[in-house]
């Protein structure tokens, strides 16, 4: 990993219907990310968060089936120059979120500096909706789908370029909640994908390691989206979209470790911190404490 990193927060909370994660790059902030990351020899740079407008509540805040679109759209463009901008300088970008819509800004970013960039997805979800199989229209819940180039072109064409991932450079890990379109979706590109059914079978270990092999000679750089929601409700009370029989805090740990020592991580995001839903910031805390564990930490 390089040595300097830039932290951009995104305080969206458009993507989704529950209010609250927009206040998460600050409780990220709050439970002492930089002075972490800090310890751990590394060059901090916070360049503060990306501006979010708000709906205009008089008119209709979405289009078709998407809801507040432009705003979407719009903050994210924001945070693609960003991200462009800090990649360009030779930094690591470390994005803060804000619920997951985030990360079609962020992969836009990315993507055009490299040939074949991977992906980590780790969450409970897929991501993979779009409007068409959408059953809210959140637009948290389209971020992977939309980076793959499946989507509505005011997203997939952000920079001005799509997609920006392939689907056989992508991996997620911890799915438990798909729906159906999205079940059609990542049968119809192939797309791998490793379960709650396939840790509890095998273990983590054994799902990181096949997941980093996979990746490392495929790919020139390998960006990590990591939702909390991811694990288990119990260990991150404040995600706005909890799914029981997630991974723990300790395979969590391990996954991030692992990919530490793999030296593969170019770039990433931690999304989904809800503070309102939060139990003393417990969440975000435990965010931390996985950056920390992917940036190097270590007992000894």
Partial sequence: MKNNISIIGVPMDLGQSRRGVDMGPSAIRYAGVIDRLEQLNYTVNDLGDVPVSRPDVKHKAGEGNLRNLTQIAEANNHLAEMVDAEINKGTFPLVFGGDHS???????????????????????????????????????????????????????????????????????????????????????????????????????????????????????????????????????????????????????HLAMEMLHESDIITSAEFVEVNPILDEKNKTATVAVALMGSLFGEKLK
């Fill in 102 to 252: 985030i990360a079609i800004g962020s992969l836009a970013g990315i993507a055009k500096h490299y040939d074949n960039l991977g992906v980590i997805w780790y969450d409970a979800h897929g991501d993979l909706n779009t409007d068409e199989t959408s059953p809210s229209g959140n637009i948290h819940g389209m971020p992977l789908a939309v980076n793959l180039g499946f989507g509505h072109e005011k997203l997939t064409k952000i920079l001005g370029y799509f997609p920006k991932v392939k689907p056989e450079n992508v991996v997620v890990i911890g799915a438990r909640d798909l729906d159906p379109g999205e079940k059609e979706l990542i049968k119809k590109i192939n797309l791998k994908v490793y379960t709650m059914h396939e840790i509890d079978r095998v273990g983590m270990p054994a799902i990181m390691e096949e997941a980093i092999e996979y990746l490392k000679d495929r790919t020139d750089g390998v960006h990590l989206s990591l939702d909390l929601d991811g694990l288990d409700p119990r260990e991150v009370p404040g995600v706005g979209t909890p799914v029981l029989g997630g991974m723990t805090y300790r395979e969590s």
